[in-house]
């Protein structure tokens, strides 16, 4: 069947104020682009760290699969849910032992299968097991039953996350950065038709420190003690990533980013 398959994608959501900015939003970005998945990374979805069932049971109301990383097992609860809820998922490259699992298919509303495979970086973050070796275990499994792979890659470094844009260029539909809540403006089409971003950015507080609130993130800096962080509520920021795939092929033909950002708005919920 020809055409296009078309992804939307959420960066980071933080807290509250993310989950309701996510829920304000996503009807008038469903209007706009009409995707055939919504993906959102909610590793931070839980008062800015982590996860719960019922925080994740709330968002996949209007999100169909929720992405992580190293965050995912900051709520206890949370380890348990990841194990049985599987369109939430944690990095494939944890050691296997770990509850939950790195990828999943999702089928759209037409009837297209859409893999989502969720990898997390080593530099200045913990020691995983090699996310490039990861990728291709994960990607040859998903590829029996889709070629239409979207990749998040939730990691610190900008090197290593372009290091694996160019390692599965030709491999997948798209490798999407997520982690550092900072919005990059190096989406392109790599030559093999992979779409590429090094960060999709964050849903939160736009007046914040990555999101969180402005005050205790400067206290930190500028005490160098432990400091008690909450998700900001001021102002509005959405970040996205909208791609389109071809159907036959699973080679992206096209991506861009979307933002919203209202400086005094508050947000419900």
């Known amino acids: ?21 996510l829920r304000r939003y996503i009807p008038v970005l469903h209007k706009k682009f009409s995707p055939d998945i919504i993906i959102a990374n909610g590793e931070n979805a839980a008062g800015g760290v982590g996860i719960t069932e ?6 996949l109301s209007y999100v169909d699969v929720l992405t992580s990383g190293n965050h995912i097992w900051d709520k206890k609860e949370g380890i348990e849910y990841i194990d049985k809820e599987p369109r939430v ?23 297209d299968k859409i893999g989502i495979l969720n990898l997390q970086g080593r530099v200045f973050m913990e020691a995983l097991d090699c996310p490039f070796r990861s990728a291709d275990k994960s990607i040859e499994s998903l590829k029996e039953i889709t070629h239409v792979i979207v990749v998040d890659f939730h990691a610190e470094a900008t090197s290593e996350k372009q290091a694996l844009g160019w390692y599965l260029d030709g491999k997948v539909s798209a490798v999407i950065g997520t982690h550092t809540h900072i919005p990059t403006a190096d989406e392109r089409i790599l030559p093999g038709g992979t779409a590429y971003i090094t960060d999709a950015g964050m849903v939160g507080g736009l007046n914040s420190v990555i999101g969180i609130r402005k005050s205790q993130a400067l206290q930190r800096f500028l005490t160098a003690r432990p400091q008690r962080f909450d998700p900001s509520k001021e102002g509005i920021l959405l970040n996205a990533v909208y791609l389109e795939v071809d159907r036959e092929s699973g080679k992206a033909t096209s991506i861009q980013r979307e933002s919203i950002i209202e400086e005094n708005s508050g947000f419900t919920g």
């Open 1 to 21: 069947m020809p055409g296009k398959i078309s992804i939307l994608f959420f960066g980071d959501v933080i807290g509250r104020p993310g989950r309701s900015i």
């Open 89 to 111: 998922l944690r990095p494939a490259n944890y050691p296997d032992i770990n509850p939950g699992r790195g990828t999943y298919i999702f089928e759209s509303a037409a009837g």
């Open 54 to 59: 019922k925080i994740g049971t709330e968002i």
